[in-house]
T-cell receptor, first 114, second 115 residues
Framework: AQSVTQLGSHVSVSEGALVLLRCNYSSSVPPYLFWYVQYPNQGLQLLLKYTSAATLVKGINGFEAEFKKSETSFHLTKPSAHMSDAAEYFCAVSDRVGGFKTIFGAGTRLFVKA | EPEVTQTPSHQVTQMGQEVILRCVPISNHLYFYWYRQILGQKVEFLVSFYNNEISEKSEIFDDQFSVERPDGSNFTLKIRSTKLEDSAMYFC?????????????FGSGTRLTVV
């Protein structure tokens, strides 16, 4: 069975600092991996996805994530945090073989301090 | 940009009552999903739907739940007899293809409160 583990339910950074949100996955087959962002009272928005092309994936709003098979990780980073980045971030995995569903991690809430 | 639209945004219902949550997926999308998020918890898969039938469902999606695509545009989730533990945010999503690499477009959700 597939799963994702997000390390840290809350992360707090200062504006302008590096953002690092951690995600480790478990999958018996090569996975597709996603990061979604949820702003307060809104739905989930796709930030970026890994689908076996380049291991470093760039997304919207300056975010990027690197797929590391050896570490079964897909951590999300942004060089310089902005106040508007404050939100809940979800790592997600789906399989490549007829998988209609996506499994989400528990989420990491990012706080950005002025 | 195309959107997935969900109505109502908030619904309060009494325990034991039936509720129908409505979704209008993106018009050229073929695959539809319902997820739920209990307050403070993870987003959980409920069901996927393609070609007018359920493709996959989770253990949460028991006999109290049903989905329907009554016309060419709406996709509904019905809960027959609501329980307190059904209180959650319910998200509809759609995707153009069933291949898992595409990612979903989510609606803004319906907050269901069962009292």
């Amino acid at each position: 069975a597939q799963s994702v583990t997000q390390l840290g339910s809350h992360v707090s950074v200062s504006e302008g600092a590096l953002v690092l949100l951690r995600c480790n996955y478990s999958s018996s087959v090569p996975p597709y991996l996603f990061w979604y962002v949820q702003y307060p009272n809104q739905g989930l928005q796709l930030l970026l996805k890994y689908t076996s092309a380049a291991t470093l994936v760039k997304g919207i709003n300056g975010f990027e994530a690197e797929f590391k098979k050896s570490e079964t990780s897909f951590h999300l980073t942004k060089p310089s945090a902005h106040m508007s980045d404050a939100a809940e971030y979800f790592c997600a995995v789906s399989d490549r073989v007829g998988g209609f569903k996506t499994i989400f991690g528990a989420g990491t809430r990012l706080f950005v301090k002025a | 940009e195309p959107e997935v639209t969900q109505t109502p945004s908030h619904q309060v219902t009494q325990m034991g009552q039936e509720v129908i949550l409505r979704c209008v997926p993106i018009s050229n999308h073929l695959y539809f999903y319902w997820y739920r998020q209990i307050l403070g918890q993870k987003v959980e898969f409920l069901v996927s739907f393609y070609n007018n039938e359920i493709s996959e469902k989770s253990e949460i999606f028991d006999d109290q739940f049903s989905v329907e695509r009554p016309d060419g545009s709406n996709f509904t989730l019905k809960i027959r007899s609501t329980k307190l533990e059904d209180s959650a945010m319910y998200f509809c999503a759609s995707s153009e293809t069933g291949s898992s690499n595409y990612g979903y477009t989510f609606g803004s959700g319906t907050r269901l409160t069962v009292v």
